[in-house]
C-alpha cells in the first residue's frame, strides 16, 4: 500500500555564502549568494516527520534577463519558492501519497506562472525545493534509502500520467537495479577560472589549502572528466580550448571525456554549426574533439526548442551529440526536444525529482528501441551537505556515472556552516567526506571518483537530520 501523508507546515531559513573566487557562467559572475533551507513537517503513520532540502539562489540561471539585477531577480525566486510552499500546505491537508502531492502542486504552481508571467524554470524551482524536503520526510518516516524507495514505487509513482509512452511501467522496469557506488566528477572550467598557476595574478590568488588553477585540481584530485563552457565568442573560445586541450592532455596522458556547455551564448545553431566546424578544422583540437561526449544548450531558452533548431538538426548528419538544459523547463519539454532532433536533457535536483524520474525513464525506453536516449548529471555549484548529497543519490540512483560538481572547487569545503555539521556530515559520510590538514571538513575525490557508499544507505542521500535555525535567519517567502 503507497503511504499517505498530511503537511502540516513550511519553514524557511537563509544564509549568506561566498565563493572562494568568482565563478563566471553565461551572463553572470558569482561572487556572493543566498543559500536557502526548507524544513517541512509531515504527518504520516500517526507521527510527525520532517524533511530538509535546500537551494543556493544563484544569479541569471533560472532567469536569463541582463536587463535585470540580481536585488532584482532575488524576490520573484522568492516568491515563487514561497507560493510554492503555501500551495503544498493546501494540497496535503488531506492525505496524499506523494504522487499526487507532486501532480497537484506541479500543476497549480505552473498554471499560476503562467497568469504572472514567470519562467518556467523558475516556477519549477518552487516545486523542486518543496518536493525535496517532503521526499526527505518520507524516506525517513520509511527507514529507507532512496533507491530502495523509488523501486519499490512507494511514492506511487504513475510514469504514464507524465509520458503516455511509459504507460503500464513502474521506475523499476527502467532504471538500473541498484544504484551507482561511484561517480566521476565532472570537474567545470568556468569562463575565467585559471588554467594553470601562472594565470592567477597575484591578487587574486587564494591560499586556503584547496587548488584553484584547473592543472592543480587534476593533480590534486586526479580528474579525468571535464566540462567546458564557452563564451560564444569563437576567436576567444578557439585559443581557450587550444590551451585546455593541452594542460588537460597532458595532464591526463590522454585517458579523460569531455562535455561542452554553450551556455546559451549562441545566437542561432546556424552560428553554433560554423563554430563547430572552425573546431574541427583544428588539426590541435582533433584529439580532444574525439573525447567530448556531449554539447550542452549552445542556443538560448528563447530560441533553443524553435522549429529552426528541427531544420538545422536534421540537416546536420555528423553533428555532435546534444541535449537541452536551461530549455528543459516544464513537463513535455523533453518530448519536444527530441521530436527537434535534440540527443536527450540534463538531470539537476533544482529542476524536479519527480520529473527528472520520468525522464530517464522515458530516455531509457526509447534507448530500448533504438532511438535518442542521452541523460548527464549537471549542477551549477551545489553544495554539501544538505543539496549535494540528496543530489548524488540522484544522480547514483538514475546510473548516470559522471556528473558536473563544483561546489567543492567554489567553497571552501564544509567551512560556510557550523563546526558542529562539518563533524556531524564527517562521522555519517566518511567515505564521502576528509578532514583537511588545515582542520576543516571537505570532499573525498580520490582518482577523480567519489565513493556513494554512505550515501546509498541513507535515506535522501544524507543520514544527519541537520537544524538550520542555530545559525541561519528565518525567512517568510
Known amino acids: 500500500m503507497t503511504p499517505r501523508f498530511t503537511v502540516q507546515g513550511f519553514e524557511f531559513f537563509s544564509h549568506p555564502t561566498r565563493t572562494r573566487f568568482p565563478f563566471r557562467y553565461g551572463i553572470a559572475s558569482m561572487t556572493e549568494v543566498p543559500h536557502l533551507f526548507a524544513r517541512v513537517r509531515l504527518q504520516m503513520d500517526g507521527r510527525e516527520v520532517i524533511g530538509l532540502a535546500s537551494e543556493g539562489l544563484p544569479p541569471k540561471w533560472f532567469t536569463k534577463n541582463p536587463a535585470t539585477t540580481f536585488e532584482q531577480d532575488l524576490p520573484e525566486m522568492l516568491a515563487v519558492i514561497g507560493h510554492a510552499a503555501r500551495l503544498a500546505v493546501e494540497i496535503g491537508a488531506q492525505p496524499v501519497t506523494f504522487f499526487e502531492f507532486w501532480r497537484e502542486l506541479s500543476r497549480q504552481q505552473n498554471l499560476w506562472a503562467e497568469t504572472k508571467s514567470i519562467a518556467p524554470l523558475l516556477a519549477n524551482l518552487g516545486v523542486s525545493l518543496i518536493e525535496r524536503a517532503a521526499l526527505d520526510a518520507v524516506c525517513r518516516a520509511l527507514a529507507k534509502p532512496l533507491a530502495a524507495v ?23 522496469n527502467f532504471l538500473p537495479g541498484t544504484p551507482l557506488a561511484t561517480i566521476q566528477i565532472r570537474h567545470t572550467v568556468g569562463l575565467t577560472d585559471p588554467i594553470t598557476a601562472a594565470d592567477i595574478p597575484a591578487n587574486e590568488l587564494v591560499s586556503d589549502g584547496l587548488p584553484q588553477d584547473l592543472e592543480s585540481c587534476i593533480r590534486s584530485y586526479g580528474l579525468r572528466a571535464f566540462k567546458i563552457k564557452l563564451s560564444g565568442k569563437a576567436d576567444h573560445d578557439l585559443a581557450r580550448l587550444r590551451a585546455l586541450s593541452d594542460v588537460i592532455s597532458r595532464e ?7 562535455t561542452v556547455d554553450g551556455n546559451e551564448n549562441f545566437k542561432s545553431f546556424a552560428e553554433f554549426r560554423d563554430f563547430w566546424a572552425q573546431l574541427r578544422g583544428e588539426p590541435a583540437l582533433k584529439e580532444f574533439l574525439s573525447k567530448v561526449a556531449v554539447v550542452e544548450q549552445p542556443v538560448h531558452r528563447d530560441h533553443a526548442l524553435s522549429e529552426n533548431a528541427r531544420e538545422v538538426l536534421h540537416a546536420w548528419p555528423d553533428r555532435p551529440l546534444l541535449i537541452i538544459d536551461e530549455s528543459e523547463a516544464a513537463l513535455g519539454d523533453l518530448p519536444r526536444a527530441l521530436s527537434l532532433g535534440y540527443d536527450g536533457t540534463s538531470h539537476k535536483n533544482c529542476k524536479g525529482i519527480v520529473k527528472g524520474l520520468a525522464n530517464a525513464c522515458l530516455l531509457e525506453h526509447r534507448r530500448r528501441h533504438d532511438r535518442r536516449g542521452v541523460l548527464t548529471g549537471e549542477d551549477l555549484a551545489n553544495l554539501g551537505p544538505v543539496a549535494l548529497l540528496p543530489d548524488l543519490a540522484v544522480m547514483a540512483l538514475l546510473g548516470i556515472a559522471h556528473a558536473e560538481r563544483n561546489g567543492h572547487h567554489y567553497f571552501r569545503g564544509l567551512t560556510l556552516w557550523p563546526d558542529a555539521w562539518q563533524q556531524a556530515t564527517l562521522a555519517a559520510h566518511g567515505d564521502l567526506y576528509r578532514k583537511h590538514e588545515q582542520g576543516f571538513v571537505t570532499l573525498r575525490i580520490e582518482d577523480g571518483l567519489l565513493d556513494l557508499t554512505s550515501v546509498n544507505q541513507s535515506p535522501f542521500g544524507l543520514q544527519p537530520l541537520f537544524d538550520p535555525e542555530s545559525f541561519a535567519a528565518r525567512l517568510q517567502p
Open 150 to 172: 523509488v523501486r519499490e514505487n512507494l511514492l506511487g509513482l504513475n510514469l504514464g500520467e507524465i509520458y503516455a509512452e511509459l504507460s503500464g511501467g513502474s521506475p523499476d
Open 252 to 258: 591526463t596522458a590522454g585517458d579523460f571525456l569531455t
